[in-house]
């Protein structure tokens, strides 16, 4: 039987189609040479990983004397401060205060160290050698909390702050001259720009202290010294002494009666400081919504200050009283403060205020 044409043509087609494609050689990979980006441009090559910050220890003592708190403290590299924390603690311990209501450390130096000249912030600078590397004590008067400053502290070093409950397991409680001091030794990282709590590495008070960089110049760092202020003093007061931390000093007397006032540069927060007056003229401490309460306002250097009294009870035989004016003004924080017998404060209320309100720098 034979086919249609039209089936002829298909299997012809169909036959010449099968040929062709038996013809064709088996398909390859292609491969291709592309050359490295890195290679081309340096410039490409993988980030290299942040250095390591280098290890940082810190040693400080607080010591608390009268109104202001005084704190030692050295910073350095690990392998030449911990070969040093023996030296550092004989000299602390071996610290005498001056009599009086602002006590003022002094001291005898090793043979081997050298003082260095202070300034409006710090005190002095003890410097001496150890292992052939020159290391800083700073001295410092400053406030705040013990549990404030080691916070600081340790975020001078890179560490995280710790609670309340973890301040004994952390530090070391000794005497200093019959005044209590507390020792930190903490080791932690260099800070580039501040720690786990944003401080920078010199941050002058909590109330404050520094991480032991070179002596810093009065004319660029820190608050305008005494000599830059300008105040109308009332006629009744007379010029006095200043004391370790203080830029002007006045007194008034009245038979056995006086007040003294001082203008100071130095820091620490309102509540501590505040506390810290109240518990010398016989009044307890206030929790920070009371404070705020018993705050007024009063301008002073340009800026707006916070101004608080603290009379001492009235059944108290030889009464206190202390008036407490803080400001942070200057590119520093400011304390103005009047302190003496109850009933000559009183009287010398108006001109203490007056007096606070013309203070101004130059």
Known sequence: MLLPRLDLRRFFWLGVIAAIAGCRPPEQIAKYTVTKPELIDPTLTAVAPPAVAPPQQLLAAMVQAGEQSWFFKLTGDPAVVEPSRTRFLDFVKSIKFSAGTEPRPTWTLPADWEELPGNQIRLATLRFQSG??????????????????????????????????????????????????????????????GGPMGSAPFAPFAGGATSAPPPVSPKSAGPPAGGDLKYDAPKEWSTAPNNAVSVAAFEVTDGKQRVEITVSPVGGDLLSNVNRWRDQVGLPPLDIGELAKSLQKIATLGATGDYVEAVGPGDVTAAQTILGVRVDAGGGTWFIRLRGDRDLAAREKAHFEAFVKSLQFK
């Open 132 to 193: 052939g590397e020159p290391l800083e004590i700073t001295v410092i008067p400053a406030g705040g909390t013990v549990l404030d400053n080691v916070n600081r502290w340790r975020d001078q070093v890179n560490l995280e702050p710790i609670p309340a409950d973890e301040l004994a397991s952390t530090t070391e409680s000794f005497k200093v001259d019959g005044r209590p001091c507390t020792f930190a030794s903490l080791v932690g990282t260099r800070s580039s720009g």
